[in-house]
């Protein structure tokens, strides 16, 4: 790879990390061609970007950021690194690896290294599970729309009830004659 490739690369490295809060790292060294496959296609269908990149040029692309990724990159980038790029949900990419495991065995790679989730990192195996059940913001809308419609829909059905038995009961009473 010649020089200005890897500039290019670079360049475009760094406008994904800018232009999607959410990426995560791991290693998929030692999958067999079937497994890298599978593993690529499961990210495709969800939407996920995953690329194997050197971790040279993955710190280069981080330095050129406003956030300080000192910290990830010394911890998280050995070895193989495949990134993993999403702007739609952070826990995505969590899932996914997951997904993957149920179908090729609980230690089956890819393993986790590290993940930044609008700007926070994350770095460990042992963080996997907490970053999938982290919640969209489309589904924490979701939550907050329908516990303000709880109380509303409650004082209608009340409001509803209510009322029928009212008119249910002058209706009643009307009929009857003295």
């Known amino acids: 790879m010649t020089k200005e490739e890897k500039k290019e690369l670079v360049d475009n490295l760094s406008q994904k990390f800018q232009n999607n809060d959410f990426f995560y ?3 998929g ?5 079937a497994e890298t496959n599978d593993f690529r296609r499961i990210c495709f269908k ?3 970007e995953y690329q ?30 495949g ?4 702007s739609e949900a952070g826990n995505l990419p969590a899932k996914v690896i997951k997904e993957h495991r149920k179908k090729h065995g609980k230690d089956a790679k890819p393993f986790f290294k590290g993940a930044s989730i609008d700007g926070d990192v994350f770095i460990g195996e042992e963080n996997l599970e907490a970053l ?3 919640k969209s ?3 924490l809308v979701g939550e907050v729309i329908s516990l303000l419609q709880s109380p509303m829909k409650n004082v ?5 009830s209510g009322g029928d038995t009212i008119a249910g009961l002058v209706k009643t009473l009307s009929e009857r004659e003295n």
Do not use: C, P, R, W
């Not at 990134?83 to 999403?86: P, V």
């Not at 209608?156 to 509803?160: F, G, T």
């Open 25 to 27: 790292v791991a290693d």
């Open 29 to 33: 060294s030692g999958m067999s061609v």
């Open 46 to 48: 969800k939407g996920i």
């Open 52 to 81: 194997v990149v050197k971790n040279t040029l993955i710190k280069k692309a981080l330095e050129s950021l406003d956030n300080d990724y000192t910290s990830f990159s010394d911890n998280v980038l050995k070895g193989f690194s």
């Open 83 to 86: 990134i993993m790029f999403t």
């Open 132 to 134: 999938s059940n982290l």
């Open 137 to 139: 913001k489309q589904e």
């Open 156 to 160: 209608i059905s009340s409001l509803k």
